[in-house]
Nanobody, 132 residues
């Protein structure tokens, strides 16, 4: 079972920045994709960004390209731990949401699955609030 713990959310003014962190551990992740979803009140959960376990492929939703960047630390020697980051710049009030880290056991080439069912593990979520 993959264990995911997010941190780094908070309140920020429009135009500001936040960096979210997700500590991932629990099993060998050689094929896993790690990603960030968000869910705003009254809206469906949407995929924000994702990164391959090897770190060689990333994905970012079109509406966030140029503002959000996903990255990760080097994996542990046993290939069972890493930390994934979501750097969010030029934040807008519409970015207000609960942000979730998630793990998908499948690799992706250009775009990971946006279906929540494909993501087998989820963090508890961290609130991001952007004031105008």
């Amino acid at each position: 079972q993959v264990h995911l713990v997010e941190s780094g959310g908070g309140l920020v003014q429009a135009g500001g920045s936040l960096r979210l962190s997700c500590a991932a551990s629990g099993r060998t992740f050689s094929t896993y994709t790690l990603g960030w979803f968000r869910q705003a009140p009254g809206k469906e959960r949407e995929l924000v960004a994702a990164i391959s376990w090897g770190g060689d492929r990333t994905y970012c939703a079109d509406s966030m390209k140029g503002r959000f960047t996903i990255s990760r630390d080097n994996v542990s020697r046993d290939n069972a731990k890493t930390t994934v980051y979501l750097q969010m710049n030029s934040l807008k009030p519409e970015d207000t949401a609960v942000y979730y880290c998630a793990a998908n056991p499948d690799r992706f080439l250009t775009r990971p699955s946006t279906s929540e069912g494909a993501w087998v593990s989820w963090g508890q979520g961290t609130q991001v609030t952007v004031s105008s």
